[in-house]
C-alpha cells in the first residue's frame, strides 16, 4: 500500500509554470507506475501523464505534450510533474495516482491509489 501527498499548486498568469511533487509513503514506491491527472469544475478526471516504474518510460495526453514533464525519483519516493506555457484551460484539480499495473496506464480505474489533489489556477 502507498499514500500519496501532492503539492506545489497555486495560482499562476498564462504563459507561467508550476512545478507539482507527490510525496510517496511506503518502501515500495519503485513498484508502482506513476501517473498525474486532473479534474475540472463539472469534468470527468482526464489522464495528464504517465511514467514507467524505473522512470525510463513516459506517457503524455496529446494536449500536454511539449508543455508537462513528468519524473520521478525513486531515492526519495517522489513524483513530479513540471508544467509550463500554463493556459487557462489547465486549470483543475491534480492528482498523482500510483498503479500495481506492469505497464502504463491512462486510465483512472487502472491506478489503485491516489492524493487528495492539488489545485492549479491559471488566469487570462
Given at each position: 500500500?502507498?499514500?500519496l501527498v501532492e503539492s506545489?499548486?497555486?495560482?499562476?498568469?498564462?504563459?507561467?509554470?508550476?512545478?507539482?511533487?507527490?510525496?510517496?509513503?511506503?518502501?515500495?514506491?519503485?513498484?508502482?507506475?506513476?501517473?498525474?491527472?486532473?479534474?475540472?469544475?463539472?469534468?470527468?478526471?482526464?489522464?495528464?501523464?504517465?511514467?514507467?516504474?524505473?522512470?525510463?518510460?513516459?506517457?503524455?495526453?496529446?494536449?500536454?505534450?511539449?508543455?508537462?514533464?513528468?519524473?520521478?525519483?525513486?531515492?526519495?519516493?517522489?513524483?513530479?510533474?513540471?508544467?509550463?506555457?500554463?493556459?487557462?484551460?489547465?486549470?483543475?484539480?491534480?492528482?498523482?495516482?500510483?498503479?500495481?499495473?506492469?505497464v502504463m496506464k491512462t486510465?483512472?480505474?487502472?491506478?489503485?491509489?491516489?492524493?487528495?489533489?492539488?489545485?492549479?489556477?491559471?488566469?487570462?
Amino acid at each position: 500500500q502507498v499514500q500519496l501527498v501532492e503539492s506545489g499548486g497555486g495560482l499562476v498568469q498564462a504563459g507561467g509554470s508550476l512545478r507539482l511533487s507527490c510525496a510517496a509513503s511506503g518502501r515500495t514506491f519503485s513498484s508502482y507506475v506513476m501517473g498525474w491527472f486532473r479534474q475540472a469544475p463539472g469534468k470527468e478526471r482526464e489522464f495528464v501523464a504517465a511514467i514507467s516504474r524505473i522512470g525510463r518510460n513516459t506517457y503524455y495526453a496529446d494536449s500536454m505534450k511539449g508543455r508537462f514533464t513528468i519524473s520521478r525519483d525513486n531515492a526519495y519516493n517522489a513524483l513530479y510533474l513540471q508544467m509550463n506555457s500554463l493556459k487557462p484551460d489547465d486549470t483543475a484539480v491534480y492528482y498523482c495516482a500510483a498503479s500495481t499495473a506492469i505497464v502504463m496506464k491512462t486510465t483512472p480505474p487502472s491506478y489503485d491509489y491516489w492524493g487528495q489533489g492539488t489545485q492549479v489556477t491559471v488566469s487570462s
